[in-house]
């Protein structure tokens, strides 16, 4: 984008490589056939677990009361700060 790249395509391969070089042919056909049962079953846990990351990722956007944040299961079990 700062070499005025504006396609979708090459600001896609900027993000995901560094370079905006061009996406393979038929990148965008791609997207509409139809998934076979084993990449629908990948596709499928690979949504139920970027949901997880996601969900113990995100950042407050205010401080959270110690009392709040040490009684998170998440936070039990940190010793020194949550006792």
Same mark, same amino acid.
């Given at each position: 984008? !700062?070499?005025?790249?504006? /396609?979708?395509? !090459? =600001?896609i391969?900027?993000?995901? /490589?560094?370079?905006p070089e061009?996406?393979? $042919?038929?990148?965008?056909?791609?997207?509409?056939k139809?998934?076979s049962?084993?990449e629908?079953e990948?596709?499928?846990? &690979?949504?139920? !677990?970027?949901?997880? *990351? /996601?969900?113990? /990722?995100? *950042?407050e956007?205010?401080p *959270?009361? =110690?009392?709040?944040?040490?009684s998170?299961?998440? $936070? =039990? $079990?940190?010793?020194? &700060?949550?006792?």
């Open positions: 984008m !700062a070499e005025e790249h504006k /396609t979708p395509e !090459a =600001i391969q900027s993000v995901l /490589t560094g370079r061009h996406l393979p $042919n038929g990148y965008r056909s791609d997207s509409s139809p998934l049962d084993e629908g990948l596709l499928k846990n &690979l949504k139920s !677990a970027l949901g997880e *990351v /996601t969900s113990l /990722t995100q *950042v956007l205010d *959270v009361p =110690i009392k709040e944040f040490c998170r299961p998440e $936070n =039990i $079990n940190l010793k020194g &700060l949550c006792k």
